[in-house]
Each structure stands twice: as C-alpha cells, then as structure tokens.
C-alpha cells in the first residue's frame, strides 16, 4: 500500500515538473526572459505530488479495506 502510494507520487511529480517546466520555457520564450526553473519545483511539481500523494493513499485504503470485507466469510 505505501510502495503504491509512494511509486504513484514519484510519478505525480515527474509529470507535473515536465508540465511546469515546459510551461515555464514557453512562458519565458513568449517574455523574452531566462525561466526560472526553481520556480516549477516549488510553485508547480512539489503541491502537485503532494496532492497526489493524499489522494493515492486514501485510494489504496480504501481499496485494501474493501478487499479485506470482501474476502472475509
């Protein structure tokens, strides 16, 4: 249950930094600036895996407790 949450959020956060950081070089390439690529871990990719990381783990127990109901007789 945690190694899937955990594997999940490491997932969630891989996504959401490519996202950012995309986001961000397109972002300065429009601006005429240099990106600031701190700014996709901390504003962008770290709340996101957070969020993710809640999510994964309420989802994998509530699975396990209805996997649990069902198997007992």
């Keep these: 249950m945690l190694l899937v949450t955990f594997l999940l959020t490491l997932l ?9 950081i995309i986001g961000l070089v397109i972002s300065a390439w429009v601006r005429g600036v240099h990106p600031n690529m701190a ?5 962008f990719a770290f ?3 957070a969020i993710a990381a ?5 989802v ?11 198997t007992q007789v």
């Design 12 to 20: 969630a956060f891989a996504a959401c930094l490519l996202l950012g």
């Design 39 to 43: 700014v996709a871990y901390r504003q």
């Design 47 to 49: 709340p996101a895996a």
């Design 54 to 58: 809640v999510i994964a783990l309420i």
């Design 60 to 70: 994998a127990i509530t699975i396990e407790f209805r996997y649990a109901r069902t």
